[in-house]
């Protein structure tokens, strides 16, 4: 009975975990791979070509390592500005 008014909705308390958070597949509330034996990074969220871009899309790199900003859970604020680095 009070499993079945569980509530699955999607609690996010710190802001900088947030846009991840949103993006990972989830099951039941909780966070879950899209395929059994695969990463939750794959090739499809791998980094765009820079040819590819249209005018609304920014593509950001970690300028320490280049890491494309889709291939890593978070960027953070750097010298540069914010999220010029990766965690």
Same mark, same amino acid.
């Given at each position: /009975?009070?499993?079945? /008014?569980? &509530?699955?909705?999607?609690?996010?308390?710190?802001?900088?975990?947030? /846009?991840? $958070? =949103?993006?990972?597949?989830?099951?039941?509330? !909780?966070? $879950?791979?899209?395929?059994?034996?695969?990463?939750?990074?794959? @090739?499809? =969220? @791998?980094?765009? !070509?820079? @040819?590819?871009? @249209? $005018?609304?899309?920014?593509?950001?790199? &970690? =300028?320490?390592?280049?890491? &494309? /900003?889709?291939?890593?859970?978070?960027?953070?604020?750097?010298?540069?500005?914010?999220?010029?680095? &990766?965690?």
């Amino acid at each position: /009975e009070k499993r079945k /008014e569980r &509530c699955f909705d999607k609690k996010i308390r710190y802001t900088v975990r947030k /846009e991840v $958070a =949103q993006r990972m597949h989830r099951k039941n509330g !909780q966070f $879950a791979s899209l395929k059994e034996g695969s990463s939750s990074w794959d @090739s499809a =969220q @791998s980094c765009p !070509q820079d @040819s590819n871009l @249209s $005018a609304e899309i920014v593509l950001r790199r &970690c =300028q320490h390592c280049g890491v &494309c /900003e889709n291939a890593t859970p978070a960027m953070r604020r750097g010298p540069a500005g914010p999220r010029t680095l &990766c965690n």
